[in-house]
């Protein structure tokens, strides 16, 4: 991976944490807790974040300028799912994984 | 699927259609086509119109409105492969399936 | 897809037609539903399900007899998946779905 | 990601860094390179591989016991990719990577 900028580097490092978060997040914390945490809405966006993140990150891994979109849209849902974490509560570790990827990402989105 | 509007069925179609013409056509056609065919530029594009076209149809078969961000990247990643597909030539049936993704796509993201 | 022999197209679409039903059930038909829909290890097994289907395509589309080894564990966690459906109940469609898509890819699988 | 033994945690590290290193070498080394670089069943292998690979960790963070079989396929795959990279030639780190992932997948999957 030494062709990549160490900008770009960060950026695909983000999206997979992110990725990680919201995948294990989602199974492993939401589901057995129930209650407000398997609201439909939800758990498809942190289904959704998951894949965007990955999806973002693959695209970066492949080095072509179509990143700009994959970053563009990631960054939009890791901001609409850090939101859904905050609404239902106890989720701070998601909240803030969101926000950083949504950061990195509109900046590598330009 | 009974749960998707038509419009939304019609799209995920055109996405995984795309998907399927975008990869399959990459790794059996340009790669044992050599030349034009394998310039990197090409081939990245072309497996970055295969993944982004599959993240668009998992948002929209998740059912959550954050399909609006990963739709409208994968109109734009869909222009880019068409245009870098008729640069390349030979390549009509990706050039086509891949303007009728961004079509319904860009539709979909509203 | 003209270089893919008629028997993998069809598994192709087999697992396509798995990974949609398997994802969209758990979003739309699960998740809504609540109660033994949304036990943990249920809603773990539709979402691997719906990715070892949508990477069984993928390889078989790329055209490498890798497939074989991605289409072997394809059918044990579609088979997998379908008993889980049995023991919730009200998804027979999606049971019906992992058992085809399961008896293909074990063909496949050689 | 706290539920995770670490065990399972490393291997899923494993198998994010394989992805991310057939993906980036492939696109961003074997392109570039030409020759025997981009042979199409070599091509096809890595890229086989970096699927199999992302997949294996997404299965082990949903948690459930369904990885034993995608591990099961991954370590093969990344096999197939190991000794494909030896006969290429100056794919060193990928060779390293690729069966260090076999090893932790085998293990994972008993």
Do not use: F, N, W
Not at 60 to 85: D, F, I, Q, Y
């Amino acid at each position: 991976m030494q062709h990549l900028s160490s900008e770009m580097r960060g950026c695909i490092d983000e999206c997979l944490r992110c990725y990680q978060t919201c995948l294990s997040m989602v199974s492993q914390h939401c589901l057995p807790a129930g209650g407000k945490h398997v609201q439909p809405e939800h758990v498809r966006l942190m289904l959704a974040c998951a894949e965007s993140c990955r999806t973002s990150a693959h695209v970066m891994l492949l080095g072509t300028p179509a990143h700009e979109h994959t970053c563009r849209a990631c960054a939009e849902v890791c901001e609409a799912c850090a939101k859904s974490c905050e609404a239902v509560g106890d989720m701070q570790e998601c909240v803030d994984q969101c926000r950083r990827c949504a950061e990195t990402c509109r900046t590598m989105a330009g």
